[in-house]
């Protein structure tokens, strides 16, 4: 069955740490992958995605993931966060697959 | 562009209601979809529709119907509101090719509360 775990369930950060969200599949073919970003009281918004090519993307906000095949993984990294981004973060598969999401704090 | 709109953004039920939570999309977009979001569970998908009039059940159908009458609209209704579907209710749309899904565009989202 078609899954994406993201173990992390809440990360707690100071302004200017390194943040890397983990997120991991289950699917054999072909995938489309996504973050989106719920910010407190908004509607998901997307981040950034990975279709094929440089499996290194690059998405709004300084934020980045990588696609590691044969890790079947798709981490979301920034290297310094500020508190605006306190947030929720969804990774998603295409086949409308939701991991459960990661709360992020951010310490000012 | 609107995008994609939602109304109501606040609803509450009492046990035993029924209700129809509307949803539109103005991008032209087949595939669209219904999640609910609870504290700690992420988006779990009640039912999706690849196309006007062709729609089908997603993780969590039960106590749901949709209809597909027309690419723009995708409304879910509940059938007999149970505290269980307490949520907040959020639709969506894509454009999709050969299967993939592109990114999803959400509305604003319904906040449910049944009592």
């Known amino acids: 069955a078609q899954s994406v775990s993201q173990h992390n369930h809440h990360v707690i950060l100071s302004e200017a740490a390194s943040l890397e969200l983990g997120c991991n599949y289950s699917?054999?073919?072909?995938?489309?992958l996504f973050w989106y970003v719920q910010y407190p009281g908004q509607h998901l918004q997307l981040l950034l995605k990975?279709?094929?090519?440089?499996?290194l993307v690059k998405g709004i906000k300084g934020f980045e993931a990588e696609f590691i095949k044969s890790k079947f993984s798709f981490n979301l990294r920034k290297p310094s966060v500020q508190w605006s981004d306190t947030a929720e973060y969804f990774c998603?598969?295409?086949?409308?697959?939701f991991g459960s999401g990661t709360r992020l704090s951010i310490r000012p | 562009n609107a995008g994609v709109t939602q109304t109501p953004k606040f609803q509450v039920l009492k046990t035993g209601q029924s209700m129809t939570l509307q949803c539109a999309q103005d991008?032209?977009?087949?595939?669209m979809s219904w999640y609910r979001q609870d504290p700690g569970m992420g988006l779990r998908l009640i039912h999706y529709?690849?196309?006007?009039?062709?729609?089908d059940q997603g993780e969590v159908p039960n106590g749901y119907n949709v209809s597909r009458s027309t690419t723009e609209d995708f409304p879910l209704r509940l059938l007999s509101a149970a505290p269980s579907q307490t949520s907040v209710y959020f639709c969506?749309?894509?454009?999709?090719?050969?299967?993939?899904?592109?990114?999803?565009?959400f509305g604003p989202g319904t906040r449910l509360t049944v009592t």
């Open positions: 699917y054999g073919g072909t995938v489309n």
């Open positions: 991008m032209n977009h087949e595939y």
């Open positions: 529709s690849v196309g006007a009039g062709i729609t």
């Open positions: 998603a598969l295409d086949k409308i697959i």
């Open positions: 969506a749309s894509s454009y999709s090719s050969r299967g993939f899904l592109y990114e999803q565009y």
């Open positions: 990975y279709f094929s090519g440089d499996p």
